[in-house]
């Protein structure tokens, strides 16, 4: 009896160790200096988990975080995207990174296809991730989601090729500030958190003295090998930190003055533990890595060749120097092919306009799609949209305009436009200022209201400059001489603060007061008017009162009696 | 004949064609030169001339997203009624005419009917006068209109709409309540006239753009009724004004693809939701309401402006039509939920056909002044909160406060010193009873 029950035992714990689905996890750090006196950090973790997405109800999850797991299958995610950054990434004079994000949160989701009422969906998937993150993703709703059509197609392997843009919400808060409340349950979601391997290093105290981070989350399900006959899910966490060095005083960098220590061995369950550092420009401004790499590693990729001194993360602690050699040099920088900015036009609390600007230094017309989410506290006129490069007017491709309601859903615009080569382009829109209830001023009123980042996508043919993961990569490693025929940049923009003109929160009742009077004064002679009647009445003059009033009146105006 | 004499009677001769032409032609100048200038921006991005409901940049925004397909009542912009869009969009772009053509068109066609208007007004007067002479007391000869008067003040109401500067900055604001005017005065003429058709579709299509016109309906009623003396024909008015706004609001449904314009035009004059500064009085109340006794205030300022004075002022004054659509006007113009100067404007220029009560009037400095002073102080105090960040929005409101009460002090005025002119005419100015001094009292 004994005996059958142990064999049974013994060939069901096989079968369901066999049963269930193979993940890996890497974690690579990629360093790279940009320019003179920033360091670019930016912390990939990467799990691919082969499972398929459809199926799966993420009750047995080995390193894929249970807690997103549940809130997406949930809400029937197919691809999520959030991401929280402070501070506004240069892109004229830093490149692109390897993930764009605009300033504050942002969150942009596709959901599956069988998903019935996407709006629900969408408002408590923000709201379970605004309890997972520690951030007010509460506050996105209706009044500020938008459904975009060419900007964001899904970065993951999709069943059909048609995609039904109904399925997809992206909303921004430019408002949200980034601190240590979110970067910790970040870490919480890494397989081995922030006792062992790359986690060790983000030190909140270290990472938050820079001039851009930015934390985010890309989950979506991709091809499990290279004849994509199944799916799996991929989840991506990244870091990604700006170091200005002058402000550090750290012109020779390392790891404790950047991360306060160093990495704490290696993290058991991690496949790949590796940190690059970018080593192209030591011709220029060359800097002496200690202890020596691993080995040195170059990347071919879109006629632009890069080399990595790459790291294996030991198991003991290890911590990285550069000293740099020689003089302080400037070094010029050539900016990128293509970078934007936004600000606001006007003077005054009554209208303004909304302006893009965007760079085309490269030598050939380049094709972007503008996309710009302009909260409903801001009519825009469509009809002042202008653009126009060096001067002269270009009609847009294609405009693709959804108008807002006020206290109901924001104003969507995306515009395709054929960028003239090595052009200035000005997308320009006029708005005005509306005056709202005075309950719907934040606290602090004259803040002012923000406007979110636009999105600039377009598809590079050159990768200079160029960071980004490819699409079917994953990780740092699957970026090296992966050559592509075009290479996808989506750059935000600044977001503006707007001040609207503020009534006096302390009149409601004298408001009230006084406007009533003003009606009451029409009110009583129209009242006398069409309820009494015009008489004549002898003047009361008996009455003591009267005669007194007769009396002193007289003293003055009496006249002598002719 | 001595100076003098020579004066007095020119005094009662009638204006010579010639003149009342070069007046015309002036007050199209004046306006022709404005607009082409570089004031017309700045006079039509005042608050006071454009409001959220007849502001012309709305509607080239509302006819742009028209041509690319969109929906204009999806977005929150475009509050003009479907119909009046199309008429736009045929003017515009059918006939190529350009916007400050279009508005110098009709302001000026909108001046030429109310001379007519005036001239019927006065003729009405004239038989009326005839047909009361018996009933007047025998000392009030020197209140009865005399025959210059009646050819004189058609040429004021012209003079006063043309060189009224609320008027002229209406036009020259591109504000659609030039159009407004041109049918309200259109329905004047008509409603005049007695013709039970015509009059009735002029209303009609005023409503369809501004909801507060569809009052008028009762002025006409009496006009027709009492007037006329033809129950027939006020009856017929009444069906038709009824038909013509359910034709107009189903061909709107057919042009605006569906009921979404209901919300955008009729919801917005009702339920208030922009709250833009303008010279009335709802926008800094319901921007200081708390949400719990908005829907209470709104019905309430709603029903003021609309049938509150309307019954009881019918009733006065069934007798003569003409000065209640013009005290209606009035304070429809006042009350409404978003009026501009054009409104207030309109209805001055209809003042001097009641010359006559100008005498009894009390408090004609007062109000003059106050026009003045706020008509002057509100762009600047607007400057000061919106431009130079010092003053704050009380300023502007105090102003238009002050602005509200001069206009409720005309009205009433105007409507007192008809009482009083009855009573003259009636009784005599005497003011003695058995030899007693009396005094003149309401009861």
Known sequence: MFHSTLTTFLLVVPLAVLTYAFDTFSEELLLKPLGNDHLYAHFQFATKWDTDPEQESFRHTHMFPRALGEIVARYNVQELHVSLTAGLWMYETWGYPIMDAAPGAELWVWFKEDTENVDKNWKELASSLSGLLCASLNFIDKTNSINPEYTFKPRGAVSSPTINSTFVRYSSLPREIVCTENLTPLKKLLPCEAKQGLGSLLNAGHIYNTRYHSMAIHMRPICRDSSCESVSLELQQSVSLVYDLLILEAKHWSFRKLFGQGVIGRCVLAETATIYVDTTNNESVPFQLKPDPDEYVTSFRGGYVHTYAKYDVQSYVMSLNANYLGKNKVVLNSPPAIYANQYITGYGQERGGIVTTIYNNHWSPLDVVFLQNIPWYVPIYLHTLKIDAGGVRIEPTRIHYIPGRQRERPYHLEVLVKLPARSITSLSIDFDYVFLKWQEYPPDANHGFYIGSAVVSTILPLARNYTGLPQDGSTISDSFNASRSGYLVQMRTESTVITLPTPDFSMPYNVICLACTVVALAFGPLHNITTKRLILIVKDNEHFIVKLKNKVVGIWTRRTSE | ?443
């Open chain 2, 1 to 443: 004949m001595s100076r003098k004499a020579r004066l007095l009677q020119a005094k009662d001769e009638p204006y010579e064609t010639r003149t009342i032409i070069s007046m015309y032609m002036l007050g199209i100048f004046i306006r022709c030169w404005l607009i082409y200038s570089k004031y017309q921006s700045i006079i039509g991005h005042h608050v006071e001339i454009s409001t959220p409901l007849n502001s012309w940049k709305r509607v080239s925004e509302g006819l742009y997203v028209q041509s690319k397909g969109i929906n204009p009542y999806e977005g929150d912009l475009i509050h003009e009624a479907p119909v009046i869009l199309l008429l736009y969009r045929i003017l515009t772009q059918t006939f190529y005419l350009p916007a400050e053509f279009l508005f110098l068109l009709v302001d000026s066609l909108t001046a030429v009917v109310l001379y007519f208007v005036a001239k019927k007004y006065m003729f009405h007067l004239f038989v009326f006068q005839e047909r009361q002479k018996g009933e007047y007391a025998q000392d009030s000869k020197e209140f009865i209109l005399s025959g210059a008067d009646f050819l004189n003040s058609p040429v004021f109401v012209m003079a006063a709409f043309l060189f009224n500067p609320y008027t002229i900055f209406n036009c020259v604001g591109l504000s659609t309540t030039v159009f407004h005017n041109f049918f309200l005065a259109i329905f004047l003429l008509f409603m005049l006239q007695g013709n039970p058709i015509l009059a009735p579709i002029a209303l009609a299509f005023s409503a369809v753009m501004s909801l507060y016109a569809g009052v008028l309906i009762s002025p006409l009623f009496l006009y027709l009724y009492v007037i006329y003396k033809d129950k027939v024909r006020a009856y017929i008015a009444l069906g038709v004004f009824t038909l013509t706004l359910v034709a107009l609001t189903c061909f709107s449904y057919v042009l605006g693809s569906g009921s979404a314009f209901l919300k955008n035009v009729y919801g917005f004059i009702l339920t208030v939701p922009d709250l833009q500064p303008n010279i009335g009085l709802f926008w800094y109340f319901f921007t200081e309401m708390f949400d719990h006794f908005r829907e209470l205030f709104i019905c309430s300022f709603q029903i003021n402006a609309t049938v509150l004075y309307l019954i009881p002022l019918s009733v006065k004054f069934r007798n003569d039509p003409f000065l209640l659509t013009t005290a209606v006007l009035f304070l429809v113009a006042i009350f409404k939920s978003y009026p501009c100067l054009g409104d207030i404007g309109f209805v001055m220029s209809l003042f001097p056909c009641f010359m006559h009560l100008f005498m009894y009037a009390q408090q004609g400095f007062l109000v003059g002044v106050i026009f003045l002073i706020t008509s002057a102080l509100g762009p600047i105090l607007w400057h000061l909160w919106i431009y130079s960040n010092s003053a704050n929005a009380n300023f502007y409101f105090g102003v238009t406060l002050a602005f509200a009460i001069a206009e409720i002090f005309l009205v009433t005025d105007i409507l007192f010193a008809y009482m009083k002119r009855e009573f003259c005419l009636k009784y005599g100015s005497e003011r003695k009873i058995d030899g007693k001094e009396a005094i003149l009292m309401l009861e």
